[in-house]
């Protein structure tokens, strides 16, 4: 199992990026998937969820209006188009893997791709 998460960068208040996530190694269709971050010096904070084939879609409130997670799952690959961005939003993200039926579990992690807001 591999998750490479990309698109991270430094980008000004107000400003937008979209990340990504290409998994490899299992049947990426057959999975929910997650973005989860964790700034620096706190725990990590789950940001956003997606069902296998895209359906259904679920947000944390710091984040719900102005990010937008979606997959393609013919190309293996997780999104995560966030807009309006805030100092705040300044964090490692990493995209996670969750087995159907564990209420969103995680067994396997990508490496993070960083995510810093300041003008």
């Known amino acids: 199992v591999q998750l490479v998460e990309s698109g991270g960068g430094v980008v000004q208040p107000g400003g937008s990026l979209r990340l990504s996530c290409a998994a490899s190694?299992?049947?990426?269709?057959?999975?929910?998937m997650n973005w989860v971050r964790q700034a620096p010096g706190k725990g990590p904070e789950w940001v956003s969820g997606?069902?296998?084939?895209?359906?259904?879609?679920y947000y944390a409130d710091s984040v719900k209006g102005r990010f937008t997670i979606s997959r393609d799952n013919a190309k293996n690959t997780l999104y995560l188009q966030m807009n309006s961005l805030k100092p705040e939003d300044t964090a490692l993200y990493y995209c996670?893997?969750?087995?159907?039926?564990?209420?969103?579990?995680?067994?396997?992690w990508g490496q993070g791709t960083q995510v810093t807001v300041s003008s």
């Open positions: 997606i069902y296998t084939a895209g359906s259904r879609t």
């Open positions: 996670a893997r969750s087995p159907g039926g564990t209420g969103w579990a995680k067994d396997y």
């Open positions: 190694g299992f049947t990426f269709s057959s999975y929910d």
